[in-house]
């Protein structure tokens, strides 16, 4: 009974982990599964394919490492957010296509919902911008586009759910119908303060409440499943950024973890008090646990990993995305060149969806090892925007509600604790560091998201983090140059992006 079966549900692949009583990963399996483009915009996955192939890596995993359900005492799930499910309860079939968050077939109403002045409500109670990102609009989509839907939702025969609750069903055979805190505050039908369902917000998108999954703490009985042979208990349910965020150690108030993937996904623990923001983050729950709800800060930078993609693949001049740190390494700065990464628009803060990317300040003696470099330092910039955003609300905040702990001038006195791809970059971790001044933190293990399903389950958040064999990125350049960087970072992207 020592190993904790960790599932990591990810938007385009399922993981299994098996996990040690010291946190040490056994083993791990890994399959992708398709994903569908109805229509330009659309994102749909087949909720069976999602199930299939989590059920799958779980069985591979215990199979290949030998492993009996009696040695597993724990299963823990961290799960792609807000990606929007309906089920019939009877058969347990899909009703449609899950919709996945990253589609945008809800733009339109979302636009209406705010012509009509609902930001202000919504956001306050559940901490989130209008956007169709999130699952309510979703939901209220498949009700009004599956026929008979809305009427067998009023009569109690279908069930709605993120991707935690379809698992938590299939894996239960049935049984539970639940969610996690972490989840449901993704939904935008969910009260961050009351941490409770919304009875305005399931009338405002006309929503029958008999949908709804269950809540139960992000830490407690889930069930059990038998589908590995023995009963096995559910103990833990994370959506998967709060799950990096545990799995990083980020426990403690003016902690932060990012991710480094085709975006970067920051997430800023902010102690047992939910921060509004005022600079366009997003409030969300971290955790529930212990009878104790964590709240986090969530800020997104839409560009990261994908400008070195578009170096590699749009200008040619890297083969690999990892040979962007050898040729940004071979120049001591940038030459004063500055890339402005908005290929896609700007996230947080800024939120701009219309500008776009550009090179400026080139000479004669621009060499592509010159924007290579300002590559990087884009990647970094962007990120202590979102910090020091998150430092701005802390502060207006009046500190972090656990003794403080803050800088006065906005940022906070935290460490930044990284996973994802392009953290294995070293130079952009040190420019990283550099521009925040604050160490950068990398695991010995990449496995965050896992790590913190595993934690989650166990209620046991800091056992595996150790910091002692965290490589650590400490600045190396004085506040004066830290803050003429960063000024011109933001007089050029006035100029060209906002
Ligand atoms: P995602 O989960 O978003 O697919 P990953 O965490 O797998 O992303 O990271 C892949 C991204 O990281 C790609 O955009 C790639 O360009 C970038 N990347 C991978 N290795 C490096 C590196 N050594 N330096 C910089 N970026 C990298």
Redesign the pocket.
Known sequence: MSLVLALDQGTTSSRALLFDVAGGIVGMAQREYPQHYPEPGWVEQDPRDIWQSQLGVAREVMATNGIDPEQIAAIGIANQRETTLLWDRRTGEPLHNAIVWQDRRTGAACDTLVERGEGPRIRSRTGLEIDAYFSATKLAWLLDHVPGSRERAQRGEIAFGTVDAWLLWNLTAGRVHATDPSNASRTMLFDLHKCAWDDALLELFQIPRELLPDLRPSHGDFGHTTLFGGEIPIRGVLGDQQAALLGQGCCRAGMVKCT???GCFLLMHTGAMPVESRHRLLTTIAWQRAGRVDYALEGSVFSA??I??WLRDGLGIIQT??D??GLAGSVADTGGVMLVPAFTGLGAPHWNPHARAAIVQMTRGTTKAHIARAALEAIAQQVADVVEAMGADIHAAGGSGEGGGFHAGGLPAFELWVD???A??DL?LQIQADVLGVPVFRHAHAEATAAGARAIALAQPTTNIRRAEARVFHPQIDAARRQSARERWQRTLKEHAC
Do not use: F
């Open positions: 480094y993937g085709t990993g994908a070195i993609q995305a990892a962007v740190e994802g791809g392009a294995a970059n952009l």
